[in-house]
């Protein structure tokens, strides 16, 4: 009785440590199973002939021993082949009730085994293990008696214990390590002495060698496979919640050791905001993703991550229309969403709202929340039963009272929306305004308001990506105090946008200031840049925003509603909803025609099997379309059949392509002589934009070439040109705090490009540079790797770096832009100078082989994967391009010759050169708009890094060209007129 109250006592203290979070209905579990394999074991022994034997007052029953391991192996399956087959009788009976319980069918069992790959691999798992655990544990128990079978297990208990805590990194307290030694001190306590065991062992006479291996293989291969399934489990995302699993569901390795989590999910600081607002409890771990929120302290969370998988997943990824329904309420339905899916995600988890009491450890008392839930076109809280409860503590004056939330006026985000229409249903309703509004709205943590397009800053002083503009009167207000007036312009993105010289000539005083104190005037139109550097007004062309797009998108019920209204019900997403999703993508068919211009050029097989819309809302669009909601829902119907529907989309309308092509979605962009819905090409609206898109235009011999769309269609020729305008655009905004974190928070970043997959065969697709750590400060050499990925967008590019340091800061936005650098540890050589790097570079090249540029290198183009081997040397000696084959002959060569340049001609090879400038040259390039290159045949320009770094370049110069126009972060200008 002793010995076994301090087994318990050991097991107890074990559990007591914070760390383990015990679940007491595991331990009720565990306790009853325990009792199960006793009850097994002792009748096992008890069911067959057997002599009785006493020794030291104990009953030992010993049952005829097999004469051979095979007999072992074999009397163990035969065991446990019956013992299995006669208890899933009652399993079959208990799965049945279970079943019919939870209202799940056969059908929806299979469905589910069948479709989630997690169930399919824990399914596959949990009979592998079951089954081999269960053949050894009975194969032992012939070998032995009933209480020797438990004693062993308490001995690999203690094992497994340890063997946990390796794996899922929960360090074991003090108390913890003294209950284990007491559990182990009780067993050897039980059995008077540790000889017992060996003694029981010892007594077959023929078989005592064989029978201690057998022992000791059983126990090394139980931990071995207890170690294999804890590493399973580890990687569960349903499961126990461990630092991996947590890490792959977007918690940062800080959180991912807690089980205790308090969650801030919004932009603004709590009610009260005080030091010790933020001061967590020893054991707790802080969530707060937007840095300014909880002074600088908490961990990032990837919403997307965390919520896959779960009911709320679609939610999360089509955020900016969720936004617009929404509004402040938004932020209230992150943080509940933040919170009930960590409950879900991780067993053992608590959570609590900062500046709360209360924690929350089941999910469960939270299943009526459903977020996507309306009541007749009502959208609030209430009609979603939201769980006010996480957003309360003791002070609450109601029961829908959110005492815990902050003030949501603490700052405001602002989109437009069109000119106030007197009847929205008269057909003119162009839903391509919204839709670049949406894009916008994608980068804020949530929309407080939308403001008319005409006066955007009327009461207004929040923040504003202003992506759109009319052409007449002031934008900015005159305000009293000129430091208010230059606050309102810091929080406004003037990014991609299309204007007339009229908008410009009212507001030059204003977009000039703009400019010089602020950000370049980002354009949508080249014709709007054109405009605007006539009037000496810094600018880009930016393209359009709508090229962010992201969304999952919706499915919708053909209810009988004739399609071609764009009015078919969205379907509210339910439990399953990814699985849908995937069914509809998999038959995704659908010839989508959008106000095209010019359907003769449509063969009549195609426009039959079509489904026509409107971009604008139709005049019989049987839905009232004057709330905004409504207005809303009509574009998300049409960006979700972009995305879950259609193969291809053929149009004409510049807002419906540009989004489709941000969604993956091949676009056939169809003018007639250059005319579209909203005017003539010349205009401007489109210019640069349309390089994005196949193109038809049959009066300028642009014919269909598409055949019947049967087959695959091709992806879209501009796909890694809109991937330029994408990171560019994430490199401006990610200067706004609040823009940048909630990229991140809704899974943004990295982007994911369109054209990754887009490989060109016939190009190198290797670089190396060598840096030293201040480099990654200088935007002279990071404009030499954006010269690469410009031209070679799905090149590897390797920054070998001589120091153990491998930040790369600033240049860490190539990876955020979903390009693929990698930097790496360069080794450098007492005999090697700066100035002198052949031996580095031919050892890079001796191990990777590829393309090696100097960091004041830029290319002009692409470079064949046919280049002759060869390299140029810059004017101080050092390598300025070199090209080379892992183990090519040339790397030996080139570290003996004083050859300024070499190449090997080869046979199908390419010839090469580059120009290296002196630094008059490099003067007269960045400064003299009439010099032109030496030679235009070069591949790369290599100019004076002194000249660079102290000169200015020249708008129109030859360096102009070759470091502003061949850019990737073209938002950051280096120029001047």
Not at 551 to 573: C, F, Q, R, V
Not at 740 to 759: C, E, M, S, T, W
Request: hydrophobic fraction near 40%.
């Amino acid at each position: 009785m002793a010995s076994t109250f301090i087994i318990v006592e050991g097991t107890s203290m074990l559990l007591a440590q914070k760390e383990m979070e015990a679940n007491y209905k595991s331990i009720v579990f565990a306790l009853g199973s325990g009792f199960c394999m006793a009850l097994r074991n002792v009748l096992k022994k008890n069911g067959g002939d057997r002599d009785t034997n006493y020794n030291r007052g104990r009953s030992v029953k010993e049952e005829k021993l097999p004469s051979s391991c095979g007999e072992v192996f074999l009397k163990g399956m035969y065991n446990f082949t019956l013992i299995t087959t006669m208890s899933a009788i009652p399993a079959a009976l208990i799965a049945l009730l279970a079943m019919l319980f939870n209202n799940l069918s056969p059908k929806a069992v299979v469905e589910l085994i069948s479709h989630k790959n997690d169930v399919k691999t824990n399914l596959i798992q949990a009979v592998i293990f079951h089954c081999l655990y269960n053949m050894s544990s009975i194969t032992v128990l012939s070998l032995t008696s009933a209480p020797v079978h438990s004693l062993l297990n308490v001995g690999k208990r203690i094992a497994n214990v340890l063997s946990a805590a390796v794996v899922f990194s929960v360090p074991l307290t003090y108390w913890g390590k003294i209950g284990i030694l007491l559990a182990g001190m009780g067993a050897l306590l039980h059995i008077d002495d540790s000889t017992w065991i060996l003694s029981g062992i010892a007594r077959s006479r023929h078989y005592k060698h064989r029978r201690t291996r057998v022992f000791v293989i059983w126990i090394v291969s139980m931990n071995a496979l207890w170690w294999v399934g804890m590493q399973s489990l580890a990687s569960i995302a349903n499961g126990i919640t461990t630092a991996e699993s947590m890490r792959h569901l977007g918690v940062h390795p800080s959180v991912a050791h807690s089980s205790s989590i308090v969650v801030w999910m919004y932009p603004f600081p709590p009610p009260s905001s005080s030091n010790s607002t933020f001061v967590v409890k020893e054991g707790e771990s802080l969530i707060c993703p937007y840095r300014m929120a909880c002074q600088g302290k908490g961990s990032p969370i990837n919403m997307a991550h965390l919520t896959e998988g779960t009911f709320f997943h679609n939610f999360l990824l089509d955020h900016p229309y969720r936004k617009l329904l929404h509004f402040e309420d938004f932020n209230h339905h992150m943080q509940a969403i933040a919170m009930i899916s960590l409950l879900l995600k991780g067993e053992g988890v608590c959570v609590r709202t900062l500046g709360g009491m209360e924690e929350f450890c089941n999910a469960l008392q939270f299943s009526d929340y459903n977020p996507y839930h309306e009541a007749n076109d009502t959208i609030d809280l209430f009609t979603t039963t939201f769980p006010y409860k996480l957003l309360q503590d003791d002070r609450a004056v109601s029961s829908t009272d959110l005492n815990l939330s902050p003030d949501m006026n603490t700052d405001q985000f602002a989109t437009y929306g069109p000119p106030p229409i007197t009847s929205v249903n008269s057909g003119r309703y162009n839903s391509g305004e919204d839709i670049q509004s949406m894009a916008a709205v994608g980068w804020y943590p949530f929309v407080s308001s939308v403001r008319s397009k005409d006066k955007p800053f009327e009461n207004y002083t929040g923040n504003f990506i202003l992506n759109c503009l009319n052409s007449g009167g002031d934008l900015f207000p005159s305000l009293d105090d000129p430091q208010e007036t230059m606050n309102l312009m810091k929080k406004t993105e003037l990014v991609s946008i299309f204007t007339g010289k009229g908008a410009i000539t009212n507001n030059l005083e204003s977009f000039r200031l703009y400019t010089e104190e602020v950000q370049p005037f980002g354009c949508r139109s080249t014709l709007t840049c054109q405009w605007l550097k006539e009037q000496k007004i810094k600018s880009y062309y930016s393209a359009c925003l709508t090229l962010t797009s992201t969304y999952d998108g919706g499915l919708l019920s053909l209810d009988g509603t004739n399609p071609s209204h764009n009015a078919l019900p969205i379907l509210e997403p339910k439990s399953n909803f990814s699985t849908d999703v995937s069914h509809v993508r998999e038959e995704k068919d659908l010839i989508l025609m959008v106000d095209v211009v010019d359907t003769s050029v449509v063969p009549k097989s195609v426009r039959d099997r079509a489904r026509h819309l409107s971009a604008d809302i139709p005049k019989v669009y049987p839905r009232d379309a004057t709330p905004y909601s409504e207005k809303i829902r009509y574009c998300y119907r049409l960006l979700s059949q972009y995305k879950n529907y259609a193969k291809v989309v053929i149009t004409s309308r510049i807002h419906v392509g540009l989004p489709a092509s941000a969604l993956g979605v091949p676009v056939i962009f169809v003018s007639k002589a250059g005319w579209l819905p909203g005017g003539h090409e010349r205009t401007g609206r489109v210019s640069g934009l349309l390089e994005v898109f196949h193109r038809v235009d049959k009066q300028r011999g642009w014919d269909w070439t598409f055949g019947d769309l049967s087959g695959d269609m091709s992806p879209n020729p501009g796909s890694h040109y809109a991937d330029r305008f994408r990171a560019s655009f994430w490199n401006r905004l990610k200067k706004n705090d609040y823009y940048n974190d909630a990229a991140h928070v809704f899974g943004r970043i990295p982007l994911k490009r369109q054209g990754a997959d887009l490989y060109s065969q016939d190009i190198q697709s290797k670089f190396h540079f060598i840096f030293d750590p201040s480099d990654f400060t200088c935007w002279q050499t990071r404009r030499a790797i954006e010269s690469v990925f410009y031209f070679h967008p799905n090149a590897k590019v390797f920054v070998h770096v001589s120091s153990n340091e491998l930040d790369l800061g600033a240049f860490s936005i190539f990876m955020e832009s979903g390009y693929d650098l990698e930097a790496r540890k360069f080794e450098y050589r007492e005999k090697e100078t700066s100035s002198n790097n052949m031996v580095k570079v031919c050892g890079i090249l001796q191990s990777f082989g590829g393309v090696f540029l100097s960091k004041q290198t830029y290319l002009r183009g692409e470079l064949s994967d046919t280049l002759d081997s060869g390299y140029v040397l810059k004017k101080d000696g050092s390598v300025a391009m070199m090209v080379a084959a892992r183990g090519d002959v040339i790397l030996e060569s080139a570290l003996s010759s004083n050859d300024v340049s070499f190449r090997a001609s080869q046979p199908n090879a390419k010839e090469w050169d580059v120009s290296t400038l002196t630094a008059d040259e490099t003067n007269n390039c960045m400064g003299d708009v009439n010099w032109v290159l030496p030679s235009s045949d070069v591949v790369a320009v290599t100019v004076d890094a002194h000249s660079l770094q102290e000169h200015k370049i020249l708008m129109d110069s030859e360096c102009y060209g070759l470091l502003e126009k061949n850019c990737i972060y073209c938002d950051e200008l280096h120029w001047e007129y």
